[in-house]
């Protein structure tokens, strides 16, 4: 062979290993992330997911993708959303941020494995078999949320006198809103209160149930940790303070954006765990084998500024409790 052939044929072999090379390369693994509300006030519990994407050996980007769909409060699309993340053929299916988003997507497939993060008891619901052996495709996070309904009812106690007629805001095209009345009602009849049941599903509806308040003249309101009032909790926030109106809501965020008071699971943690199932799932774990985990601690959580401006007396046994209180 002549010299000039040769190296004609060396440099075009060169030219195709590069080629080769990214052939041989195993694609980078898709997950998608499916949500119920909306993306722009949860952009910190996205990072905390992420976060526990990386704890679990992943980083977004550089060694996984993540495929996000928000049903922007709009319960009717998440069935759209989770078949479209399933014509993807993704790996994991993460859908923290309650129970719509987790029962959409158990709906499409029984196969991609689904991660949620749901204040619900997930075997009463369907999702998982049991909680410390799912079974099938589905595992996740539960922090219980209506378990607490009594505890958020006597806090409340403490800071009304003369009256015991309160409100509970919930959505009624939730999976879960007859539960959560339920619990309430119960709750409320143990310690002598009279609840009255607000119902929205609209940022305009919300302003209605509100002002139903004001005809009933409760006392005081719970919110329902429900997708759609954690994306209005500005909303929410700005009626409680401009009627007086001693409010306790089901995470910090409420607190954080000027709520009187908080108490239930750190979201921040619930997102993060979700990450972190995510990333050993990805890496070969099954569903159906890991237990259902549960948040390490829940958060009480006053805004003492706010409690000032409202003029609520905070009793000194109450704030003795609080995790954490904003002055």
């Excluded at 052996?133 to 209506?146: A, D, E, L, W």
């Excluded at 049941?197 to 409760?218: G, V």
């Excluded at 084998?289 to 905070?314: D, H, S």
């Amino acid at each position: 062979m002549r010299r000039r052939h040769f190296i004609t044929l060396l440099g075009s072999a060169a030219a195709t290993w590069p080629l080769a090379a990214r052939a041989q390369q195993p694609a980078m693994p898709r997950i998608g992330f499916l949500n119920a509300g909306s993306a722009e006030p949860r952009g910190h519990l996205v990072t905390a997911f992420r976060t526990g994407l990386s704890d679990a050996g992943y980083v977004e980007g550089r060694s996984v993708l993540v495929e996000y769909r928000w049903a922007e409060d709009r319960f009717d699309r998440l069935p759209e959303l989770a078949a479209d993340l399933a014509n993807l053929k993704v790996q994991v299916i993460a859908a923290p941020g309650g129970l719509p988003a987790p029962l959409a997507a158990k709906t499409v497939t029984r196969s991609i494995p689904i991660v949620f993060g749901v204040g619900e008891d997930p075997v009463k619901l369907g999702l998982v078999d049991s909680l410390n052996r799912p079974g099938g495709n589905v595992t996740g996070v539960s922090y219980f949320t209506n378990e607490l309904t009594a505890k958020r009812l006597g806090i409340l106690r403490e800071l009304i006198s003369g009256t015991t007629r309160v409100a509970l805001l919930i959505n009624p095209n939730s999976p879960y809103a007859n539960d959560a009345a339920h619990h309430a009602g119960v709750a409320a009849s143990a310690i002598g209160f009279t609840i009255d049941f607000l119902h929205a599903s609209s940022k305009s509806e919300i302003d209605m149930s509100l002002e139903m308040l004001l005809q009933n003249r409760d006392a005081a309101l719970l919110v329902d940790p429900d997708p759609l009032f954690t994306s209005r909790r500005a909303q929410l926030v700005a009626f409680s303070i401009r009627h007086g109106i001693p409010t306790i809501f089901t995470s910090r965020e409420f607190a954080e954006s000027g709520g009187v008071m908080s108490y239930g699971a750190n979201l921040k943690e619930v997102y993060g765990l979700v990450g972190v199932y995510t990333g050993r799932i990805i890496k070969g774990e099954q569903p159906a084998e890991l237990p259902v985990v549960r948040p390490t601690k829940l958060e009480f959580i006053i805004n003492l500024t706010t409690a000032k401006a409202l003029g609520l007396n905070i009793p000194s046994g109450v704030l003795a409790i609080a995790d954490e209180v904003i002055d």
